[in-house]
């Protein structure tokens, strides 16, 4: 299925009325609420943002089978893949780690001791796991793509690297979730553990679709440039 | 054939919800349910049920009014409930079960009831000798040392690892170590 399924003259907020699910990402486009009537082409021409690669991704995040063809992505203006990219790193790095780790805090105090300290210290590992994955990327493959993107010869990163190096972030947040659902102790079983599930649910799904797009849009794409700069 | 369904439930919404989505299926005969012990052994003795689906609480003194009778019993289950406790079932419905899940466990049931009803360890529970993997897993041991250890082959261990991650639903060998120390089958002071 490789049609668009999102109209650009349609209005923003009926879009996001539909598919609530969109509204965390429109900070990563440098977007935000409060837009009145305009269209989706409108708002998104407001603030200079490219509404093939809006919807583009929009389309990714919200549509299961959905994967643009390497046509779409070389007839769309990717300027925006890395800030997006860079701009999720810092909501999820910034915002989603941090918010939840206090939520897990709380259900720490209630549980034995004992486990608390290896509960909250599975957590701190899983959040640098999570911070050293974000930082190789910035660090090794975003200048690389801009590189490529300004025609130039990019860095001496070759995509082919990526792959390998690039672990599963989600796993262990899945095992996160299955602790709180099954094994903790029953003195920890109140809001917070419910508040936290959502938490991490939506998390989880989100670092899913951010590593579909790493995987199977930035990387065939950063090979593409690559090939046509050798 | 069909099976022959005898619920054992004293709550009128569960009853009344695990009846509504039986009394239609071709495979499954339901028994007028009960809703309490009083009576059993003489339901028993009279409906002949093949599968009893048993509300956990009443575990103990269900099976014993089987008394000895080829029964397979599910335990009902909508809350935590003990290791103990749940062994003594053939197999656990939980109240989260889809109907299809549900239909299928009992038909599975019947198939145990050809043995006499007896203890058998839940499929989510894990065996004396995965725990005793997980254990040392969780200490951090790789496959090879746990072989060495357990004086078993490495393949064995690998087998052993898939079975505890389809049991628990956890992947990491970090999440295992939280997994065994909530659990209580490690101390904490072995991790340093």
């Known amino acids: ?230 | 054939m069909k099976t022959r369904v005898l619920i054992v439930e004293p709550s009128q919404i569960i009853v009344e919800g695990l009846v509504h989505m039986l009394q239609d299926k071709p495979n499954i005969k339901l028994l007028s349910p009960e809703y309490n012990l009083q009576y059993l052994q003489e339901r028993i003795v009279a409906g002949k049920p093949d599968v009893m689906l048993v509300n956990a609480n009443m575990a103990a003194q269900a099976v014993k009014a089987c008394g000895g009778k080829k029964i397979g019993v599910l335990g009902l289950v909508y809350q935590y409930v003990d290791p103990t406790t749940r062994s003594l079932f053939c197999d656990i419905v939980d109240i989260r079960d889809s109907g299809v899940a549900i239909v299928d466990k009992i038909v599975r049931a019947a198939s145990y009831s050809s043995k006499p009803c007896e203890p058998t360890t839940d499929r989510y529970e894990l065996t004396k000798r995965e725990t005793t993997v997980l254990i040392e897993v969780a200490k951090g041991l790789t496959n090879k040392e746990i072989a060495n250890k357990l004086n078993v082959s490495t393949y064995t261990v690998i087998s052993h690892r898939k079975n505890i991650v389809s049991k628990t639903g956890i992947k990491s060998v970090a999440g295992l170590t939280v997994y065994a120390l909530l659990n209580n089958l490690i101390d904490e002071n072995v991790l340093e």
Not at chain 1, 63 to 89: F, R
Not at chain 1, 106 to 128: L, S
Not at chain 1, 129 to 143: R, S
Not at chain 1, 198 to 208: C, F, G, R, V
């Open chain 1, 1 to 230: 299925m490789n049609e668009i399924i999102y109209d650009v003259n349609i209005k923003m907020s009926e879009m996001i009325t539909a598919h609530p699910g969109l509204a965390t990402m429109l900070g990563r486009f440098g977007l935000s609420l409060g837009f009145g009537d305009k269209s989706v082409k409108d708002v998104c021409a407001s603030r200079g943002v490219s509404v093939d690669f809006f919807l583009l991704m929009c389309n990714v995040y919200n549509n299961e089978s959905y994967l643009p063809s390497m046509d779409d992505l070389l007839a769309t203006d990717m300027s925006g893949l890395v800030p997006y990219l860079q701009l999720s790193h810092t909501y999820y790095a910034g915002k989603r780690l941090p918010h939840i780790e206090h939520h897990l805090h709380h259900i720490a105090e209630q549980m034995p001791q004992r486990v608390a300290g290896v509960f909250m210290r599975f957590f701190a590992e899983y959040r640098d796991e999570v911070t050293a994955h974000f930082h190789y990327e910035e660090k090794n493959v975003f200048p690389h793509i801009v590189s490529l993107q300004n025609g130039e010869a990019g860095t001496d990163y070759r995509i082919k690297d990526y792959l390998a190096a690039h672990s599963n972030i989600e796993d262990k947040l899945d095992d996160l979730l299955q602790i709180i659902f099954k094994y903790l102790p029953q003195s920890a079983t109140g809001d917070d553990a419910v508040d936290v599930v959502y938490d991490i649910l939506q998390l989880s799904a989100d670092l899913k679709k951010h590593a579909l797009i790493e995987e199977k849009i930035l990387v065939p794409y950063v090979k593409t440039l690559e090939k046509k700069m050798s």
